[in-house]
């Protein structure tokens, strides 16, 4: 398993160690964008662990009552997953804009 730290945003391997030390004394680093909407949320995280694939990032949607809603998706590089939070984000807002069927 590896693991990373983030440097100007940009990955960083580490040892175990260092990784635990670094996101004790960063709390902060995981969250790379959070958007509240009226109905649930939109949460993108640095995972600090390699994921298959070496994915780092991943954003998921929570209580948004969309089909989207615990998807997961995976990105390598932060400017990745800062697009993928968007894209999700006009995902889930055009359902909850589209005209309601019946």
Known sequence: ???YT???GKPVEATLEFFVSWASAHPEFRAVDLTKL???RVSTIFLGIARPGGCLFETMCFGT???HDNTCLR???LGQAKKGHWKVVD???AIHQA???G
């Open 75 to 77: 990105y390598k590089t």
């Open 6 to 8: 983030l440097k100007k």
């Open 65 to 67: 009552g969309t089909p």
């Open 1 to 3: 398993m590896k693991f």
């Open 99 to 101: 005209p309601q069927k």
């Open 91 to 93: 995902m889930v807002q």
């Open 38 to 40: 009226k109905k649930g």
